[in-house]
């Protein structure tokens, strides 16, 4: 028996934590952990400096280890010249580039992998825009498992090598990772592994909410006032919202206290939440002929585009797109005059920044942190 059960986040379907579910059976929704039990106060945390400090709020079973490479405690970097060029109040940059393999796709494999192993699942396969099969291909090599990844063939050449070079079989594909995720699908189907496609498994968005707890943490247990978040796929959203609910459920965070306003940033050749969004639709249509140099936001038609949504409104949060040279621009700037190496998704997490704080969006006196998913290095061949 485990201290969690699976529940489907549409019709509430419960299954028991030690299941191997991927989609709920009964209307093919992602399913969410949750817990019996919370963690009752910051004595539950462990005297460790990566994402398992958190594993009370984690699903790892007491007798368990979890398969880590020390994913997580990533720095908030306080960046004062940025904030005065913005005019903002407070504003910090959320360094995820420091990971495993160079993105924050570490932490959510790092958890999806260590339930993987426990569940004794022949192999791993996944579909990618590059970060998340680097990810898995590492954390498979550590826990010994076989993977495969789907990847467009537009993926960049950094990205494919470091796949390559822990051992994961690597297959390219004509088009975007929707069509990478078909042939993933098909591959899991017909060999019995286990899909880690984003929100077709409820544990990657586990790893990604420590996210949310380090920023808290970090922040003296205190919520900011807005998060802006590149957005393709959507776990990291989705987990840290989730993260902030938990945390003021458990009582560790003062009851009636604003949670942090949620901002989804996305490339204007590929910007299906912000259409939704914009247009008060609870879903969001699939993107046709996604463009975008930021790999990781060439996702036309995101699993949890309703989570991302609901997380949206309910935070009081926005949504906004920037264009190509926007975000090369924005990226430049962020590698420029803080010294992060910034991905392109971290670029245009500044530029939709910008943008709002420009049209009166979001608040000249707002306490803001912006994620910087990935490494630059990764992008440049």
């Given at each position: 028996m485990t201290h969690w059960s699976l529940e489907c986040s549409s019709c509430g379907a419960i299954t028991p934590g030690d299941t191997l579910a991927q989609l709920c059976a009964q209307c093919a929704q992602p399913y969410?952990?949750?817990?019996?039990?919370?963690?009752?106060?910051?004595?539950?945390?462990?005297?460790?400096?990566d994402m398992w400090r958190y594993a009370a709020w984690m699903p790892l079973a007491p007798?368990?280890?979890?398969?880590?490479?020390?994913?997580?405690?990533?720095?908030?970097?306080?960046?004062?010249?940025?904030?005065?060029?913005?005019?903002?109040?407070?504003?910090?940059?959320?360094?995820?580039?420091?990971?495993?393999?160079?993105?924050?796709?570490?932490r959510g494999m790092s958890a999806?992998?260590?339930?993987?192993?426990?569940?004794?699942?022949?192999?791993?396969?996944?579909?990618?825009?590059?970060?998340?099969?680097?990810?898995?291909?590492?954390?498979?090599?550590?826990?010994?498992?076989?993977?495969?990844?789907?990847?467009?063939?537009?993926?960049?050449?950094?990205?494919?090598?470091?796949?390559?070079?822990?051992?994961?079989?690597?297959?390219?594909?004509?088009?975007?990772?929707?069509?990478?995720?078909?042939?993933?699908?098909?591959?899991?189907?017909?060999q019995g592994w286990f899909d880690a496609s984003t929100l077709r498994e409820p544990y990657r968005i586990e790893g990604k909410k420590t996210m949310g707890l380090e920023v808290v943490e970090q922040l003296g247990w205190r919520f900011p006032d807005a998060i802006i978040y590149p957005t393709g796929g959507g776990t990291g959203?989705?987990?840290?919202?989730?993260?902030?609910?938990?945390?003021?459920?458990?009582?560790?965070?003062?009851?009636?206290?604003?949670?942090?306003?949620?901002?989804?940033?996305?490339?204007?050749?590929?910007?299906p939440i912000v259409r939704a969004f914009h247009a008060g639709n609870e879903r969001a249509t699939p993107w046709p002929d996604p463009r975008t140099h930021a790999s990781g936001l060439r996702v036309p038609g995101p699993l949890g585009d309703r989570l991302i949504l609901t997380a949206l409104r309910d935070s009081g949060g926005d949504a906004e797109a920037a264009d190509e040279d926007e975000i090369r621009e924005a990226t430049l700037e962020i590698t420029r005059h803080t010294g992060i190496d910034a991905s392109p998704e971290g670029g245009c997490a500044l530029a939709v920044c910008r943008r709002l704080l420009e049209a009166g969006r979001l608040s000249m006196d707002a306490e803001i942190v912006l994620f910087n998913t990935g490494a630059g290095a990764s992008y440049r061949a």
């Open positions: 969410l952990v949750r817990y019996e039990r919370l963690p009752s106060g910051p004595e539950m945390l462990l005297n460790r400096w007798d368990e280890s979890p398969i880590t490479l020390g994913e997580g405690a990533t720095p908030l970097v306080p960046a004062e010249s940025m904030a005065r060029t913005l005019g903002v109040r407070a504003f910090w940059i959320k360094e995820e580039g420091l990971n495993p393999t160079g993105s924050f796709k570490a999806a992998v260590t339930r993987a192993k426990a569940l004794g699942v022949p192999g791993v396969v996944v579909p990618t825009a590059g970060n998340a099969g680097a990810a898995l291909a590492a954390y498979g090599a550590a826990a010994g498992l076989p993977v495969r990844v789907y990847a467009p063939h537009e993926t960049p050449t950094p990205i494919l090598n470091t796949i390559r070079a822990f051992g994961a079989e690597l297959i390219t594909v004509s088009g975007h990772i929707g069509d990478a995720g078909k042939a993933a699908r098909e591959f899991a189907g017909q959203l989705i987990g840290m919202w989730k993260a902030f609910q938990e945390l003021v459920t458990a009582g560790w965070i003062e009851e009636g206290l604003r949670l942090p306003r949620m901002i989804s940033a996305q490339a204007s050749g590929c910007a």
